[in-house]
Protein backbone atom coordinates (compact mmCIF):
# COMPACT_ATOMS: atom_id res chain seq x y z
CA UNK A 1 0.00 0.00 0.00
CA UNK A 2 1.44 3.62 -0.95
CA UNK A 3 -0.09 6.90 -0.50
CA UNK A 4 1.83 9.68 -2.43
CA UNK A 5 0.76 13.05 -1.13
CA UNK A 6 1.51 16.31 -3.64
CA UNK A 7 0.88 19.95 -4.33
CA UNK A 8 2.40 21.56 -1.31
CA UNK A 9 4.39 25.04 -1.90
CA UNK A 10 5.05 28.37 -0.57
CA UNK A 11 2.34 30.62 -1.06
CA UNK A 12 0.91 33.96 0.00
CA UNK A 13 -2.29 34.24 2.34
CA UNK A 14 -5.51 34.29 0.78
CA UNK A 15 -3.79 32.03 -2.30
CA UNK A 16 -5.09 28.76 -2.46
CA UNK A 17 -3.76 25.33 -3.23
CA UNK A 18 -4.53 21.76 -4.37
CA UNK A 19 -3.39 18.89 -2.88
CA UNK A 20 -3.29 15.15 -4.31
CA UNK A 21 -2.96 12.10 -2.50
CA UNK A 22 -2.91 8.70 -5.07
CA UNK A 23 -3.32 5.78 -3.40
CA UNK A 24 -2.26 2.41 -4.81
CA UNK A 25 -2.01 -1.25 -3.38
CA UNK A 26 -5.59 -1.32 -1.31
CA UNK A 27 -9.18 -1.24 -2.93
CA UNK A 28 -9.21 2.76 -2.91
CA UNK A 29 -13.18 2.94 -3.17
CA UNK A 30 -13.62 0.57 0.26
CA UNK A 31 -11.51 2.80 2.41
CA UNK A 32 -12.15 6.15 4.38
CA UNK A 33 -9.34 8.83 3.25
CA UNK A 34 -8.06 11.88 5.46
CA UNK A 35 -5.81 14.56 5.94
CA UNK A 36 -4.07 15.76 8.74
CA UNK A 37 -1.42 18.46 9.49
CA UNK A 38 1.45 18.94 11.98
CA UNK A 39 2.93 22.50 11.81
CA UNK A 40 6.47 23.05 13.93
CA UNK A 41 5.99 22.17 17.78
CA UNK A 42 2.35 21.15 17.66
CA UNK A 43 0.65 17.90 17.61
CA UNK A 44 -0.88 16.68 14.38
CA UNK A 45 -4.08 18.13 13.54
CA UNK A 46 -7.66 16.70 11.74
CA UNK A 47 -8.33 18.62 8.53
CA UNK A 48 -10.54 16.64 6.61
CA UNK A 49 -11.89 13.36 6.12
CA UNK A 50 -14.30 11.60 3.27
CA UNK A 51 -15.78 8.18 3.89
CA UNK A 52 -16.38 5.74 1.09
CA UNK A 53 -19.32 6.86 0.33
CA UNK A 54 -18.51 10.73 -0.24
CA UNK A 55 -19.54 11.86 3.09
CA UNK A 56 -17.02 14.58 4.50
CA UNK A 57 -16.18 15.87 7.64
CA UNK A 58 -13.75 18.87 8.68
CA UNK A 59 -12.02 20.46 11.48
CA UNK A 60 -13.31 23.56 12.72
CA UNK A 61 -10.25 25.57 11.82
CA UNK A 62 -10.69 24.69 7.81
CA UNK A 63 -14.01 24.73 7.38
CA UNK A 64 -15.51 26.81 4.69
CA UNK A 65 -11.78 27.13 3.05
CA UNK A 66 -11.28 23.95 2.23
CA UNK A 67 -12.72 21.22 0.61
CA UNK A 68 -12.02 17.36 0.12
CA UNK A 69 -13.01 15.45 -3.05
CA UNK A 70 -11.90 11.94 -4.22
CA UNK A 71 -11.96 10.59 -7.29
CA UNK A 72 -12.37 6.93 -7.34
CA UNK A 73 -11.03 5.93 -11.07
CA UNK A 74 -7.84 8.32 -10.43
CA UNK A 75 -7.67 6.41 -6.76
CA UNK A 76 -7.09 9.89 -5.50
CA UNK A 77 -8.45 12.21 -3.22
CA UNK A 78 -7.75 16.15 -3.73
CA UNK A 79 -8.16 18.71 -0.61
CA UNK A 80 -8.69 22.25 -2.52
CA UNK A 81 -7.33 24.68 0.02
CA UNK A 82 -9.11 27.91 -0.20
CA UNK A 83 -8.19 31.66 1.93
CA UNK A 84 -4.71 30.08 3.65
CA UNK A 85 -3.79 31.53 6.42
CA UNK A 86 -0.41 31.45 8.22
CA UNK A 87 -1.73 29.62 10.10
CA UNK A 88 -2.30 26.95 7.61
CA UNK A 89 1.90 26.26 7.01
CA UNK A 90 2.18 22.81 7.98
CA UNK A 91 3.55 19.15 6.90
CA UNK A 92 0.13 17.82 5.61
CA UNK A 93 -0.31 13.66 5.74
CA UNK A 94 -2.98 11.94 3.73
CA UNK A 95 -4.28 8.97 5.00
CA UNK A 96 -6.02 5.75 4.26
CA UNK A 97 -8.46 3.85 6.75
CA UNK A 98 -11.19 4.35 9.15
CA UNK A 99 -10.74 6.88 12.13
CA UNK A 100 -9.22 7.70 14.79
CA UNK A 101 -6.34 4.47 13.63
CA UNK A 102 -6.13 5.03 9.75
CA UNK A 103 -4.14 1.65 8.33
CA UNK A 104 -1.50 3.75 6.18
CA UNK A 105 0.37 7.05 6.12
CA UNK A 106 1.57 9.07 3.50
CA UNK A 107 4.53 10.55 3.33
CA UNK A 108 3.59 14.20 3.96
CA UNK A 109 3.91 17.64 1.99
CA UNK A 110 4.76 20.99 2.94
CA UNK A 111 2.48 23.65 2.33
CA UNK A 112 4.13 27.27 3.82
CA UNK A 113 1.93 30.40 4.22
CA UNK A 114 3.44 33.75 4.11
CA UNK A 115 1.70 36.33 5.55
Known amino acids: VQLQASGGGLVQAGDSLRLSCAASGLTFTYYTMSWFRQAPGKEREFVAR???????NYGDSVKGRFTLIRDNAKNTVYLQMNDLKPEDTAVYYC??????????WGQGTLVTVSS
Open 50 to 56: ISWAGGT
Open 95 to 104: AAGALPNPVK
